[in-house]
């Protein structure tokens, strides 16, 4: 059974029999009781004016688990009179696709449209993808596909451009609430937790309907006399694991909410990202490689300490292994957030990657070529090098681009830290430069 429904109260005439689990006994029978996604679904919702457009579309929905997207298609079918028709890719091969589709010119040419939804689209490689492309366009289904993956990573172009991709959001703690007072009226009596513990409930699910109800049905469960707080709780059930593939989207989400934290300077928001990362998984080390180059990219020489407290986080972190050495990499982390911020590192390596593309091969001045051999001393290479260290001031203001090209300004550091002292320093040697020249 798919994983990813949200329940509501379903009319009595239609309820399922209750020896079927709570989650299966709620779902909802009409799309007004799937609650949470009132973008979609709500008067001004984007599937309601489709629908009430009568130009229902394929579409992709695109949300986590236990949002709601496998109820949302058997309703869409239902109110837009379509023949259901559902495979899941994790089961189903371009044969099964084929059956799918001759069924569906089975029922067009009897008058009926078909809706054809695949759970776990993006489970399905770019061949059987593109098998999707003639029906799809031809109008022969109704293509709505679920996935938990990035549909711009997870999908081929080719079939995203013949979809809408719609965005169901994990379900918020309102949410949460009115999915339990539905559980508690079918139920016939309140969950035995207290309000504490109700809302440890509610964060154990972690936005997953179908969790919460399934957890709620445990406690349904336990002797009528039984009250749990929150501690109680914890113990008779499992949280539910975060959300984290560490080689999916939510691994780039977090690291770039982990960067941006610390670029923003808040070190309690970077290490709240830095502790989901490590709650979800993540190789220690992944971290500490990334917060190295952010002290680099984003610190640079505003303080030059930055880049070694990484590496020393980084070699701490190896010798003290997890989760010891998980607090070196938090320090590390505290003292990026803290320091003072200069991207004038970055920026000068990429304007001077662009500056080496477009001069090409243009060889260095022959004052700074060394000469090795009586040959190259005869043809010039190293005459008239004058040497910084006897030079007044151990500046010699020498050209040291090729002949020809003019002087670039790549490095400009900015006014925060260390780079305030730099700045006096440049300016400096611009002015012996320029009286020199």
């Not at 997870?154 to 609430?177: K, T």
């Not at 113990?235 to 610390?262: C, G, P, Q, V």
């Not at 003292?335 to 920026?347: G, Q």
Request: aromatic share 8%; proline share 6%; with cysteine.
């Amino acid at each position: 059974m798919p994983d990813d429904d949200l329940f509501g109260p379903p009319p009595e005439a239609e309820r399922p029999a209750t020896g079927q689990p709570l989650a299966e006994r709620l779902r909802p029978q009409s799309l007004g009781d799937i609650v949470g996604q009132n973008h979609l679904l709500g008067e001004q919702g984007s599937l309601t004016g489709m629908l009430q457009r009568h130009s229902l579309a394929s579409l992709i929905l695109w949300g986590p688990p236990g949002v709601g997207k496998t109820t949302i298609a058997r309703l869409l079918a239902a109110q837009a009179d379509l023949q259901f028709r559902q495979i899941s890719a994790v089961f189903s091969g371009v044969a099964d696709l084929k059956k799918v589709f001759e069924e569906a010119v089975r029922q067009r040419r009897a008058g009926r449209a078909t809706l054809l939804f695949v759970d776990e689209i993006h489970r399905f490689n770019r061949a059987q993808q593109d098998a999707f492309l003639p029906v799809v366009e031809a109008g022969t289904i109704v293509l709505v596909g679920a996935t938990t993956e990035n549909p711009s990573f997870a999908l081929n172009g080719a079939l995203l451009s013949r979809c809408q991709v719609f965005v169901l959001r994990r379900l918020d703690d309102a949410a949460m609430i009115l999915l339990l007072a539905r559980a508690e009226a079918e139920m016939g009596r309140e969950l035995p937790l207290t309000p504490g513990a109700q809302a440890t409930l509610r964060a154990m699910a972690d936005g997953d309907g179908r969790a919460l109800l399934n957890m709620a049905e445990q406690l349904f469960a336990l002797p009528p006399d039984t009250m749990l707080d929150e501690d109680a709780l914890g113990l008779l059930l499992s949280r539910r694991a975060a959300l984290y593939d560490r080689d999916r989207e939510e691994h780039y989400n977090l690291i770039s909410a982990l960067h941006k934290s610390m670029r923003g300077s808040d070190a309690d928001a970077a290490l709240y990202w830095l502790a989901r990362m490590l709650a979800g998984g993540e190789d220690p080390r992944y971290i500490a490689r990334r917060i190295t180059r952010f002290a680099s990219e984003d610190i640079g020489l505003a303080d030059p300490q930055a880049l070694p407290q990484t590496l020393a986080a980084w070699e701490a972190y190896e010798r003290l292994g997890s989760p010891e050495g998980e607090i070196c990499i938090a320090q590390a982390v505290l003292y990026l957030a803290t320091a003072p911020k200069s991207n004038a590192a970055y920026k000068a390596l990429g304007a001077a990657n662009r500056a080496a593309k477009e001069t090409g091969s243009l060889m260095p001045p022959m004052h700074i070529l060394n000469a090795p051999t009586k040959l190259m001393k005869n043809l010039g290479y190293g005459a008239g090098y004058e040497y910084d260290h006897e030079a007044e001031d151990g500046f010699s203001g020498q050209n040291y681009f090729p002949d020809g090209m003019g002087r670039p300004d790549f490095y400009r550091p900015v006014e925060r830290g260390f780079e305030r002292e730099i700045v006096k320093r440049l300016a400096y040697w611009a002015k012996l430069r320029e009286e020199k020249a």
